[in-house]
Every structure is written in C-alpha cells, then in structure tokens.
C-alpha cells in the first residue's frame, strides 16, 4: 500500500511539472512573438537593415554569455546544498534540515535565476534595437513601435516574476521555514542583486506565531514546530 501511495505522489508531481513546463513553453513563445514582429520588418521593409555594431557584435553578446555562466553557477551553488543536506542526513545530522542557499549569487539576491532570465533577454532586445535603430530613423510611428515593441517582453516577464511566480514561491517557503526564510526575505534583495530599487519585500506575510500557554516560552514552541 506505502509503495503504490509513493507511486501515485510521484505520478502527480511528474504530471504537474509536465504542465508546468508547457505552460513555460508556451510564455516563452508569447514573450518571442513582440521579437519576431520587430525583426520581421527587416524582410518586409526594403528601407529597414540590420547593421552590425559594436553592441550587438561583442557588449549584448558578452551579457548573454554572462547570464549562461551565472545560471549554471546558480544552479551548481543549489546541487551543492543538496549533496551537503545528503551527506548530513546520512550522518544522521539534522543541522541542514531546513537550510536555504543564501551563499553565492544567492546571498545577494532571492531569485538569481530571474536576475539572469532577465538579463539574457536583455541581450536580445538590445540586440534588436540596436541593429535596426539607425535605419528606422525618418520612419513612420507603426516602424518606431514596432521596433520598441521587444521591451514590452521584459516588462511583462518582470511583472510575472514579481507579482505571480515570486510571491507564489516565496509563499510555499515561508510556510515551510518560517523563520529562515523570513529573515532571508528582509535582509537580501528579491531580484536584482545589491540595489534597494526595485528590489522590493515579498507582499507574503511572515505566518503569525501561535503562543501556547502551555510551553514554557516561545522559543520551546518554535523548537518543537521545527523537530
């Protein structure tokens, strides 16, 4: 019976993050389409050219490379954390139970994967509108738009992290490690590193703090919460 629940959780968490990556596909294809009607005035407007430069040869393609590079060391710092949390348990250490990353890239921000999915798109925004910029000069209003169009993509996708995936998963960690997580949230800046703005709290609510008359202090209560 155990063996046929784990298989049945498993089969659900399988299904769910199956969805979930299609629906990150499809927001991937929703975020390109602004890019692909921007570019696209390069084959229907004879007047319209990509012109190399400086900054879509070498500076926007240094800051892709950069935010590749950042993503595996992000990604790298968290399968560092689990190997220790592994190695621990085994030992029979519960010292890493609920421990955070909060070392590295992510001791200086909460969401270095948006910080760097962020910066990649600006790679290729700035690409676009740095190639096309100088033929669209003398243009009519529909050629300015269209070629501004690609920083819409960053503004919604900077919306969705903000206001939807972010607080959604902050919300799952502060209701698993309260106190951990709670002080990472005031203490380290939630998307871009080291800046105050616009790196603003969580709207998620440290849960409230139940105090049992029957425990001698607070402090034995949030022991036992955590045991």
């Known amino acids: 019976n155990m063996e046929k629940r784990w298989s049945a959780a498993q089969k659900t968490v399988y299904i769910n993050r199956f969805f979930a990556f299609q629906f990150q596909s499809l927001l991937q294809l929703v975020l390109l389409f602004p890019m692909i009607i921007a570019t696209w005035m ?82 290729f925004i700035g690409q676009i509108i740095s190639g096309l910029a100088d033929s669209c000069q003398g243009q009519t209003w529909t050629v300015y738009l269209r070629l501004i169009l690609p920083v819409f993509c960053w503004i919604v996708m900077f919306v969705i992290f903000r206001f939807i995936s972010g607080p959604i998963t902050e919300g799952l960690s502060l209701k698993k490690r309260p106190e951990i997580y709670g002080k990472y949230i005031e203490t380290v800046p939630m998307i871009f590193p080291f800046i105050k703005w616009p790196n603003f709290i969580s709207n998620m609510k440290l849960p409230e703090r139940r105090v049992s008359h029957d425990s001698g202090s607070l402090q034995d209560q949030n022991l036992a919460e955590h045991a």
């Open 42 to 123: 390069v084959t229907v407007e004879p007047t319209i050219i990509f012109k190399e430069n400086v900054w879509n040869l070498y500076i926007f393609p240094i800051i892709c490379g950069v935010s590749v590079i950042g993503q595996g060391i992000m990604d790298y710092q968290v399968y560092e954390l689990g190997l220790r949390k592994q190695a621990a348990a085994k030992n029979g250490d519960d010292s890493l139970k609920n421990a955070i990353c909060e070392s590295g890239l992510w001791s200086v921000s909460r969401h270095p994967n948006y910080f760097f999915e962020m910066l990649i798109w600006t790679a």
